[in-house]
Structure formats: C-alpha cells, structure tokens
C-alpha cells in the first residue's frame, strides 16, 4: 500500500526504504529514504488521522499557508535552502500539497530535517532557552501572516470558561459516582475559577491581538540541532490556526518547567522550577520582543496558571465522564493528572507569577 501512495509524490530516484517512524499518537508517520544517483535524502510521509482532525482539507490548507510562509520568510533573510531548516511539503506529481487516497484518507509529505533532533523533557536551562527561542522564533516568523487566512480547525481550543462548563456538567452526570472521590479538587477548581476568563475576556475585548499560533508547543516540538544544540524549528503543525500568543507561551512553560512530568504518581516531586521559566523567558522575549505589544508582554506571567489551571480542569473532567477523550493507563489516571496540574498551580502562585 505504502509503494502505490508514495507514487503519487514527486519524489527523486526509487524509494528504497519506508518505515513506521516516532512516537507519534495521532497520526500515522513512515520514514522514507529515496536513492537518486547515489545520493540518500530522507522524507516523512505521514498519513492523518480524520478522527481527530474533521476537517483533514482545512488542516492541510493551513499547514499549505503556514510553510510556505515560513519558507518565503526565510529566504528574505538569505536562508538558501528553508526545506533544510523548517517543515516543508512534498508536493504530489500534480503539484498538490496532499495525496487523498481511493477512501478518502489524507496523505502528506516533509523534507526530512537531517540536522535536527528533539527531546521530551528539557535538560537544562539552556535547553529550556532554547525552546522558548524557538516558540519565540516561530511566533515572530508568522507576526505577518494574517490570522484570517488560517482556518479554526479546533473550535473552542483554550476557551477555559468553556472547559469550566464542561466540567460543571460533568459533576452532575459523571460517572460512577467519581466526583465524591474528586471533593479536594473540585474544591480547589472553585476557589482558582476567576482564572478562567482572565484570558478569554482580554481576547474578546481586543486589548491583545489575535494572531497566528502554534496551538501545541511542548518541548518535543521544537526541533533542536544535533551539533550545536540551538532551535531550528517548531514542528507538528497541525494545530496551527488564530490565537493569542499566551495560549503558547503558557502551555510551553507549563510543560517546561515541571521535571516531574504531568504523569507523575509522585505529588511531593512537582514543582515549579523558576530558573528555567526564567530561562524560557528569556529565550522567548530574545526573538518574540521584535512583535509583542506592550500588554501582550506583561500579561505572559499570568497565562502559565491559566494554561496549568485549564489542564487540570480538562483532565479532571474527563475523568469524572469516564475517561472518554485521554488516553489512560488506569481507572484515576486521569485524576492524578488533574492533582499535578493543580500542585504545579500552587508553586506558580507561590512563586508570584
């Protein structure tokens, strides 16, 4: 099967290996080697999951806009080959970003990045630096694409009141009685809620702009140079669409700066390490102060406990429906999720962010 889709794509030479490649959990991803005369390159193909996304053609037609933006962004600024550095489409032999097969399933394909590597944890603060360069560096590449040319693939994506609601309606109908084994952190939600529409209301009312943004920065998707170790790149960019540059920046610091991880079965061992949000930041603002608005800047702070608190809201409402939309390993996996969320918000308000 995977010989007659690679066909359709304007590839060099023969095909000479396609392999299941990453720990990828939505999408379907093959590493694929062609031989032209000798010469080796690499190409992920990548098959996506129309369960997750509705609407595979918007997604596409996003990733279309974003690349070759960020491609032509980059040859301004004397990059001579972009494919090298950023994500950059295949084209099929009809010169289309995509392959839609006989039933309808949704086919593309990368350059691969020989250069880059990436990690699911940060190692260190130069590390945690350079991640938050590289949000940094793709927030400021995109500055000038207009948000409105971007489709809303994810509906309701970071509108927190939102998620609050769901799991407002989750406590009346949950199942199994699971919100009596929830109390302390149903407690913790209601005396946290004002947060939950610090940021909606300031997108609503227009004192932070809507632009275009990334949607899932954590840390392994910044793409990190092999030999110098500094950001090449983000990838993974199906979620792309309008936003607000807190949703990202929150989410990333979110996922930096607890070396716990948010699956830890050990509470005591969260907490909020303010030396690499200090170094995030300041990776961040080294490439993102060229766009931010004064109150976009100030307001950074205040999005990690909006971001750690919408989590924590979305994990715990799903365990209290039964455990419908996360993946997990246990029947309170779920529940434990939302207690780290909620430990990692107590250390980021003691810590006065």
Known sequence: MLESILSHFSLPGIVVKAERFGSGLINETFLCQCSDRGIVRNYILQHINRHVFIRPDWVMENVETVTEHLQSRL??????????????????????????????????????????????????????FEVGRGLGRFQALVADLPPERLHDTLPGFHHTPRYLLELDAAVKTGAGGRAARAGE????????????????????????????????????????????????????????????VHFDFGDCVRSASNPAGEDTEDLDSVFFDRSRYDALLSGYLEEASSFLTGDERSLLPVSVSVITYELGVRFLADYLRGDGYFRVRSPDHNLRRARVQFRLLEHIQEAGL
Not at 95 to 119: N, Q
Not at 212 to 227: C, E, G, R
Request: overall charge neutral.
């Open 185 to 244: 952190e149903l407690a913790f939600v209601q005396a946290n809620r004002r947060l939950a529409g610090v940021l909606m209301d300031l997108m609503d009312s227009g004192r932070i702009p809507i632009r275009v943004v990334h949607n899932d920065p954590k840390v392994n998707n910044v793409l990190i140079h092999a030999a110098t170790g500094k950001a090449l790149c983000m990838v993974d960019l199906d979620t792309v669409k309008p936003g607000i």
């Open 75 to 128: 040859r301004r600024e004397g990059v001579a080959d972009p494919s090298a550095v950023t994500p950059a489409l295949v084209r099929t032999r009809d010169g289309r970003p995509c392959h839609v097969d006989g039933a309808g399933e949704y086919w593309r394909m990368f350059h691969f990045i020989e250069s880059g590597t990436v990690f699911d944890t940060v190692r260190d603060n130069d590390h945690a």
